[in-house]
């Protein structure tokens, strides 16, 4: 079993709706958690970060974990086509180095 | 430049060839990282360093990959007698320091072994 559980997908959803994505862990070291975005043969990109356990919003995007359950979820409202990607949740611990990575969600917003 | 630099973009390798993959890290980062991307897969860690300093090496598959960072700056991903299940996009980042939140990803070079 992987250290971080995320559904593949593909998800498709019209434009305007409100996109769910999530992850779930097994390590209960984990402390910072990232939610990075992909597009087609470019290199992730940070979405959102979180330290422990909360909420954080940056504009359209907001980001929730939960410890306790060892689940995250990233909330897109009104979704656009131009959020069409691959969504990757990331992980680590406190003692720097290596994230670990989710196995990445493929969305499409269709107009 | 402003971006973590990868090249080349894509490279085909025969089976058995030897390839070196360079990065460029954003200036002044300190901490650099090789991830495998594999088709429809989420980024594996390869390796870590620290300056010139290699950290973790544990994610490297085989003693045919080797990491380099002589200078603390550009860094070289070289694959030895490359095989089959070599092929994938290699990915760096850097982050300013090893407890940054966030690395910034290079494009990768997308390596073809035929």
């Known amino acids: 079993q992987k250290e971080v559980e995320q559904d593949p997908g593909p998800l498709s959803v019209p434009e305007g709706a409100i996109v769910s994505l999530n992850c779930t862990y097994s390590?209960?070291?984990?402390?910072?958690f990232m939610w990075y975005r992909q597009y087609s043969r470019k290199g992730p990109e940070l979405l959102m970060y979180?330290?422990?356990?909360g909420n954080k919003e940056d504009g359209r995007f907001t980001a929730q974990v939960d410890k306790s359950s060892k689940y995250i979820s990233l909330f897109i409202r009104d979704s656009q086509p131009s959020d069409s990607a691959t969504y990757l949740c990331?992980?680590?611990?406190?003692?720097?180095?290596?994230?670990?990575f989710g196995q990445g969600t493929e969305l499409s917003v269709k107009p | 430049g402003a971006g973590v630099s990868q090249s080349p973009r894509y490279k085909v390798a025969k089976r058995g060839q030897d390839v070196a993959l360079r990065c460029d890290p954003i200036?002044?980062?300190?901490?650099l990282f090789w991830y495998q991307q594999a088709l429809g897969q989420g980024p594996e860690f390869l390796t870590y360093?620290?300056?010139?300093?290699?950290?973790?090496k544990s994610g490297l598959p085989s003693d045919r990959f080797f990491a380099e960072r002589p200078e603390g700056s550009v860094s070289t991903l070289k694959i030895q007698r490359t095989q089959q299940e070599d092929s994938a996009v290699y990915l760096c980042?850097?982050?300013?320091?090893?407890?940054?939140?966030?690395?910034?990803f290079g494009s990768g070079t997308r390596l073809t072994v035929v």
């Open positions: 979180t330290y422990s356990s």
């Open positions: 360093f620290q300056n010139e300093a290699q950290l973790d």
């Open positions: 390590n209960s070291a984990f402390q910072y």
């Open positions: 990331a992980m680590r611990g406190n003692q720097g180095g290596k994230l670990i």
């Open positions: 200036s002044g980062h300190v901490s």
């Open positions: 980042a850097s982050s300013p320091t090893g407890q940054s939140y966030g690395y910034t």
